[in-house]
């Protein structure tokens, strides 16, 4: 049975199966890329780990993100991207309840592992996903409005996140609760990481609401025999710039929290309403996106933007003040996010439909292993250069995706500046 879904006029990229995607896609960045995100660290200082085990910690998701990164996608056709979306949403709700309930180094690290597995497989199939919903003419656009979504969700996620803490610990009933600094309250942060865990859950609902109003390209697929007929050469070409997108995200997403409270001394919910204004600007700088294909092409114009968002880095690597440095921050980290939009759409226009989902899984593994890689050196290079030594470094492989865009994005009329 085919379900009601509103219609959205003629507004390019919209319509009412992706209105019903991007509902999922809100409740799912709030819980998981916000509050989970923004909290996690802070409830492992809370409970005495020291910057090494965290590192450690955040880089065990993007392991297991990238061994189950391309099974995942030749699995997903078989089973079918829809029912992937909504089992690997579900393990993802079990591993951040599951990080909130223990203080065991182990489970911690197990959950984390569960963690990077069920986002992998997550983000492997959305995209594939994603392409059926409208047509290929209004594909930049849908990813724009799905990443202003999703950056608007985590912005508001992120603070909650500073938040929830606070106002959890008003109400505990125990003596003196609203007198301890967060660093002191693992209970709260605890209470506050479970329910992402409860929203994550809930964010399932708009994904089964679509019924079978959405065609699933993975059902009834060939899987493991596609494995001969594939053009690996050219997959690994086309999704490489990934791997050096993962490598700049791994050395600043999981640490801006602790880059801002060691640089400037702020407060937790002023460091969450800080990382929200650059998810916010996250979510709006690429809807420019459609204007910046249209003059330059998709791989023209993210090599540019990409050679900007260096820029700012370095701005903000030699910022003294904050205000300054929240400046460069966010126009670093919008100008970089508008990778997403453009690079999706130009991988997935760039091969045929059959490998849509074996793409995704090279690209995501590209990307999880260097976000890994980088993760895991985080503590040693911030031991050996400092945080504004890192936001050069970080500049560097910014500059690094531009280029490899550049050279080794096929050219195409998908992305080739118009004559």
């Known amino acids: 049975m085919r379900l009601w879904t509103p219609r959205i006029g003629r507004v390019p990229g919209l319509n009412g199966r992706v209105l019903l995607f991007l509902c999922h896609s809100l409740l799912f960045h709030i819980?998981?890329?916000?509050?989970?995100?923004?909290?996690?660290?802070?409830?492992?200082?809370?409970?005495?780990?020291?910057?090494?085990?965290?590192?450690?910690?955040?880089?065990?998701?993007?392991?297991?993100?990238f061994l189950i990164g391309l099974p995942i996608g030749l699995i997903a056709n078989r089973v079918g991207n829809r029912r992937l979306i909504l089992l690997s949403t579900a393990g993802l709700a079990l591993a951040v309840a599951t990080t909130a309930l223990t203080y065991s180094l182990p489970i911690i690290a197990a959950s984390r592992l569960l963690w990077g597995a069920c986002f992998g497989a997550n983000q492997v199939v959305k995209?594939?996903?994603?392409?059926?919903?409208?047509?290929?003419?209004?594909?930049?656009?849908?990813?724009?409005?799905?990443?202003?979504?999703?950056?608007?969700?985590?912005?508001?996620?992120?603070?909650?996140?500073?938040?929830?803490?606070?106002?959890?610990?008003?109400?505990?009933p125990v003596a003196g609760a609203v007198d301890l600094p967060p660093e002191e309250m693992p209970l709260a942060y605890r209470l506050s990481i479970f329910s992402a865990a409860i929203l994550l859950?809930?964010?399932?609902?708009?994904?089964l609401a679509l019924g079978s109003a959405a065609a699933d390209p993975g059902d009834g697929r060939a899987g493991f025999p596609m494995w001969r007929s594939t053009p690996w050469r050219r997959l690994l070409r086309l999704t490489f710039p990934l791997f050096v997108f993962g490598i700049s995200g791994g050395l600043t997403f999981?640490?801006?929290?602790?880059?801002?409270?060691?640089?400037?001394?702020?407060?937790?919910?002023?460091?969450?309403?800080?990382?929200?204004?650059?998810?916010?600007?996250?979510?709006?700088?690429?809807?420019?996106?459609?204007?910046?294909?249209?003059?330059?092409?998709?791989?023209?114009?993210?090599?540019?933007?990409?050679?900007?968002?260096?820029?700012?880095?370095?701005?903000?690597?030699?910022?003294q003040a904050l205000a300054i440095a929240v400046a460069f921050y966010t126009l670093a980290i919008g100008l970089r996010n508008t990778m997403q939009p453009l690079f999706q759409p130009l991988l997935m226009d760039s091969l045929d439909a059959r490998f849509h989902n074996i793409a995704s899984s090279v690209g995501l593994a590209l990307w999880n292993i260097g976000w890994f890689g980088a993760t895991l050196s985080f503590s040693l290079l911030q031991t050996a250069i400092g945080y504004r030594g890192l936001m050069l470094i970080v500049a560097l492989f910014v500059a690094l995706n531009g280029l490899s865009i550049r050279y080794t994005a096929q050219r195409s009329p998908a992305n080739a500046p118009p004559s």
Not at 33 to 54: M, P, R
Not at 286 to 291: C, E, F, K
């Open 201 to 207: 859950l809930l964010s399932n609902l708009p994904i």
């Open 31 to 65: 819980a998981l890329l916000g509050i989970a995100d923004i909290l996690l660290n802070f409830y492992l200082v809370s409970i005495g780990y020291d910057t090494a085990a965290i590192s450690l910690l955040q880089s065990l998701p993007r392991l297991s993100g």
């Open 254 to 319: 999981p640490f801006f929290n602790l880059i801002f409270r060691e640089l400037f001394s702020i407060s937790d919910s002023a460091i969450g309403s800080v990382i929200g204004l650059g998810w916010l600007v996250m979510g709006l700088m690429p809807l420019l996106n459609p204007a910046w294909e249209a003059r330059s092409g998709r791989a023209g114009a993210l090599t540019a933007l990409m050679m900007l968002s260096a820029a700012a880095f370095v701005g903000f690597s030699l910022s």
């Open 127 to 172: 995209p594939p996903f994603m392409v059926t919903l409208t047509d290929s003419s209004e594909h930049t656009a849908q990813f724009s409005w799905h990443n202003l979504v999703s950056m608007l969700a985590v912005a508001l996620g992120s603070v909650l996140g500073g938040l929830l803490p606070l106002v959890i610990s008003q109400a505990l």
